[in-house]
């Protein structure tokens, strides 16, 4: 049996070979949409690019290789893996949700499929008990983001697989902002994991795509049905993008790690600071769990400074020089954003203010930049306050 290849050489080689016409170490960008055929059926393994494609193929190996899965689904974007794994389920169907989560998952759940009688729970997953207590023989699904987008909770994936196999309901978590370079939920029980290839993968804030990866062929089967049937694949062009990036992951989530440890410690020092929500403090809610499945903590931080109102928070984000003012993450260069009327606006205030995402919240994502810069430009955006 071939011996595995560890992580950080998987991320180049997993699941690739020299393309089959002239030993192109990357795979050509095949900008196709169709494939000649000698007679009807007869073509060299594709017809028609939404039902497959040699460049997203390829990714869809690689995808595959990198989260220890068998089978990788490329898609149009991360909304639209989303999209494919809730068209699992049926109308009448529940689904028991993270509470806190990026603001577009909880529009695409209650904005456009609540109204196909699917019914989603929103639950506080820091606790596994409040999951138990929802479940229903209703129940099909448990979709669950951690660290969470924009409050850094951890949920225990392993304590949820467990909770999900006794039920015998799937478990799907959105890596996203982990990634697999710091946990891998397929390993600790997770039939589906979801990314939004926009952010790390694809690394460079250059591409709108997304991911799925599973282990069971039926659950594959059944994903690539739903793909192909529906159509939101990933195109040619940007499944190479993706592909490129992830050749590089592990380099650069090691330095997104360094740097975030060295801005959430600067953060947290700092005397205009009232909190600051990061995985990787001893006295984050669930650390112990996120010392147990992360293998490191990541460049997510969010922050609240004292006293500080709307005003405040758009402040610090408009003063910023080095941080770009923008929506997404997981990109070389840091970026800046105010959920409350940015990535989590969709949420109604009452709703989002339960989870923790007050008007004075700030979210940074944590480029790749030198570090000493990162802080001089936070130390002169904060004196902004006064
Ligand atoms: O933007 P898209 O590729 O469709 O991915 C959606 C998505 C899903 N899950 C998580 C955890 C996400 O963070 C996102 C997208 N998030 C942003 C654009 C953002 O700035 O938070």
Redesign the pocket.
């Known amino acids: 049996m071939k011996k595995p290849l560890r992580f950080n050489t998987n991320t180049i080689h997993g699941g690739q070979e020299p393309d089959k016409a002239y030993g192109a170490v990357m795979p050509p960008i095949y900008q196709t949409s169709t494939f000649a055929q000698t007679t009807p059926g007869g073509h060299k393994g594709f017809e028609y690019s939404r039902s497959g494609n040699p460049t997203r193929h390829a990714l869809e190996k690689g995808l595959a290789s990198i989260e220890n899965g068998t089978y990788g689904l490329a898609f149009a974007?991360?909304?639209?893996a989303?999209d494919a794994v809730i068209k699992l389920l049926s109308p009448g169907d529940e689904i028991i949700s993270t509470n806190d989560?990026?603001g577009?998952?909880y529009r695409l759940f209650r904005k456009v499929f609540e109204p196909f009688g699917l019914h989603f729970h929103f639950v506080d997953m820091k606790d596994t008990g409040r999951i138990e207590s929802a479940i229903s023989e209703k129940t099909k699904l448990i979709w669950v983001?951690t660290p969470t987008?924009p409050m850094m909770n951890v949920i225990d994936i392993r304590a949820v697989a467990e909770l999900a196999q006794k039920h015998k309901i799937l478990l799907a978590v959105?890596n996203?902002?982990a990634t697999p370079y710091i946990q891998q939920p397929l390993d600790l029980g997770a039939d589906i994991v979801m990314h939004?290839a926009?952010?790390y993968l694809g690394g460079h804030s250059d591409v709108?795509?997304?991911a799925l990866v599973v282990r069971d062929p039926d659950l594959a089967d059944r994903l690539y049905f739903i793909q192909n049937a529906s159509g939101a694949v990933c195109g040619p062009m940007d499944s190479y993008l993706v592909l490129r990036g992830i050749k590089t992951l592990h380099v650069r989530m090691q330095r997104h790690c360094e740097n975030g440890a060295e801005i959430a410690r600067y953060l947290r020092s700092h005397p205009a600071m009232e909190k600051v929500y990061w995985p990787g403090f001893e006295d984050h809610p669930n650390h112990e769990v996120a010392k147990e499945q992360m293998n490191d903590f990541g460049g997510m931080i969010s922050f609240v400074p004292k006293g500080a109102n709307y005003a405040d928070a758009v402040r610090i984000v408009e003063s910023l020089k080095v941080f770009t003012l923008a929506?997404?993450?997981g990109g070389v260069e840091s970026l800046a954003?105010h959920p409350a009327s940015m990535?989590h606006a969709s949420i109604p205030k009452e709703e989002r203010e339960k989870s923790g995402v007050t008007d004075a919240l700030v979210r940074l994502s944590v480029g790749i930049e030198d570090a000493r810069d990162l802080i001089e430009d936070l130390e002169q955006a904060l004196s902004s306050l006064g």
């Not at 974007?77 to 639209?80: H, I, P």
């Open positions: 974007s991360g909304l639209a989303m989560l990026y577009g998952s983001e987008n959105d996203t902002f939004s926009t952010k709108v795509a997304g929506e997404s993450l954003g990535t």
